[in-house]
């Protein structure tokens, strides 16, 4: 029971801002910044027409996002979100495999991660949004089909937030407590590894590329 | 457990047909798709496995000083968990059955189907596990010193609102899962953008069950001040059951429409980044309504 008594102070942070919790989510999310760092300079130090295998897997992901931008944006506006998507994936897909290394945890376990980045998100899908249509045309889609659908339709933006960021929260900090729970409840044997593969990994993995699918979808149907 | 064990048996049962069908129209490959059928059937069970774990502990868990108020938090766990694995195991039964007939089809992607099927059913199990989250909450969760009237309803209405509100989204998530994987085996070389439309789909369609666990997370972690009046509790009752049976539809129907994009992704592929925003468009007005539903929700807790 000792284990499972620690599940609520997984959860607790949610609410009360201890220091203790946020100290530690903020050293998290600086060993991650660290680690792409890293990633960035040793994939781009020697640049070479025949690359190394770093600078293979660091121009998958560019060449790779770039293109999904491109599809849902056009070539200008993949040359100006293009870098923001490439990080903001690289940033979550590192935060939700953090939490594979042991004493390591996720920054996005943490609802004011995803929160924080969700937010981020937002405003900018909005400013790309007014500097392409003007404030004007911008302002008018909120009376869209008729004028008093607009409370509905503020309310239906500000959700998208609230969505994007607790879908990210939701499936890293659950796969974290079914990780703990069944943990406890097999004794740490067999089980766990593979759930880390499945939660930590896998998981991980789908939802850094939702949530930057979504960012880049969210710019794409403010500007058109 | 009930609950949940129904739901993973139509999932299950959808899966063994579409094996069997498939299996008739190609019969040189029966082992490939017997094989096939099993791992989708495994990951459409896993659904009911969370429930199982959480009527294991129900049953073996000692709770010191057994209060009313624990008794309720039990109890909206064992609904939420029951209600939200629904939804994820009839929904992870449909890709499973989608790929069995792709493989029939297409017996040289089958690996490429798999990995796809693998990918849609795991998120299909994304309402599952949120309730599987809020169940644990109510179970480990010290609910001591609050007062005993108006926090019961608040302990159920937390469960019936993000187990209600799993079964659209689960639901509606298997939908597209199933129509990505019979796009794959249709179109292999589409195999990319109909991955990328399916997980944009699926994830729109797991609003209402993010609606619902924000609406649980709120009748937790709020605490209520005490008062003998029945209108409080019922409205906080009220205030989970708005949102979870608000979330049904909206899930359904948004998994619906993300079913269509992606179907027509996979056979219009030139024109995906339009089928993409039309159905995005579309999911986002059927999604009003879940939206209303958390209004009255919110509306419910923070001004009755």
Redesign the interface.
């Known amino acids: 029971m000792g284990e499972?008594?620690r599940?609520?102070q997984l959860?607790f942070p949610?609410?009360g801002h201890t220091a203790a919790i946020n100290l530690e989510v903020v050293v998290m999310t600086w060993i991650v910044m660290a680690a792409l760092i890293v990633f960035g300079y040793l994939s781009a130090r020697k640049r070479d027409i025949l690359p190394r295998p770093i600078q293979v897997v660091g121009e998958l992901f560019v060449g790779q996002l770039y293109g999904?931008t491109e599809?849902?944006l056009d070539k200008e506006g993949a040359r100006t979100y293009g870098p923001l998507i490439v990080a903001l994936f690289l940033f979550l897909l590192f935060s939700n495999w953090l939490g594979i290394i042991p004493h390591l945890e996720e920054p996005t376990k943490d609802l004011n991660t995803p929160l924080s980045l969700g937010l981020m998100g937002f405003a900018i899908a909005h400013y790309a949004g007014i500097r392409s249509k003007g404030f004007k045309a911008y302002a008018s889609e909120y009376f869209a089909p008729i004028f008093f659908m607009m409370p509905?339709n503020v309310?239906?933006e500000l959700?998208k937030i609230?969505?994007i960021s607790?879908?990210l929260f939701?499936?890293i900090?659950?796969?974290s407590?079914?990780i703990l729970?069944?943990s406890y409840?097999t004794y740490n044997l067999v089980l766990p590894p593979f759930l880390y593969a499945?939660f930590g990994l896998?998981?991980g993995t789908?939802q850094a590329?939702?949530f930057t699918?979504?960012t880049v979808?969210y710019i794409?149907?403010q500007v058109? | 457990m009930g609950l949940g064990a129904v739901g993973a048996a139509i999932g299950e049962g959808y899966t063994a047909a579409q094996a069997n069908l498939a299996v008739s129209r190609n019969s040189d490959i029966s082992g490939d798709i017997f094989k096939n059928m099993l791992v989708g059937q495994a990951v459409a069970e896993s659904a009911s496995i969370?429930a199982l774990?959480i009527a294991i502990?129900l049953l073996f868990l000692d709770v010191p000083g057994v209060s009313y108020l624990k008794a309720a938090a039990l109890f909206g766990a064992g609904i939420c968990m029951g209600f939200g694995a629904i939804g994820s195991g009839i929904g992870s039964g449909f890709p499973g059955g989608q790929t069995c007939t792709g493989i029939s089809r297409q017996p040289a992607v089958s690996s490429r189907l798999t990995t796809n099927m693998l990918?849609g059913s795991?998120?299909c199990q994304?309402p599952a596990?949120?309730s599987?989250?809020v169940a644990?909450?109510l179970m480990?969760?010290?609910f001591g010193q609050a007062p005993l009237q108006p926090t019961w309803a608040a302990l159920v209405g937390a469960g019936l609102s993000t187990g209600l509100a799993a079964i659209g989204s689960g639901y509606g998530g298997g939908l597209a899962a199933g129509a990505s994987c019979e796009g794959v085996a249709r179109q292999p070389e589409t195999t990319g953008?109909v991955t990328?439309t399916m997980?944009?789909g699926q994830?729109?369609a797991?609003?209402p069950s993010?609606?619902g666990?924000?609406v649980s997370?709120i009748l937790l972690?709020r605490s209520f001040p005490e008062s003998s009046s029945l209108a409080a509790a019922m409205a906080l009752l009220a205030a989970g059951i708005s949102t979870g049976f608000g979330g049904i539809g909206p899930g359904i129907g948004n998994g619906m429409a993300a079913e269509g994009g992606v179907r027509w992704v996979s056979r219009n592929v030139e024109k995906?980044?339009e089928l993409?925003?039309i159905m995005?468009?579309g999911q986002?007005v059927s999604?009003?309504t879940a939206?209303?539903a958390?209004?009255v929700s919110l509306v419910l807790i923070f001004v009755v």
Do not use: P, W
């Open positions: 499972l008594g599940i609520h959860v949610l609410f999904l599809d849902a509905l309310i239906g959700a609230v969505s607790f879908r939701g499936n900090m659950g796969g407590i079914i729970v069944v409840l499945f896998f998981v789908i590329f939702v699918m979504l979808v794409s149907v058109k | 969370f774990v502990l990918i795991a998120v994304t596990i949120f599987m989250v644990l909450i480990f969760m010290d953008q990328t997980l944009v994830a729109v797991q609003t993010i609606f666990l924000l997370f972690f995906a980044g993409m925003r995005l468009v986002a999604q009003s939206i209303y958390m209004v």
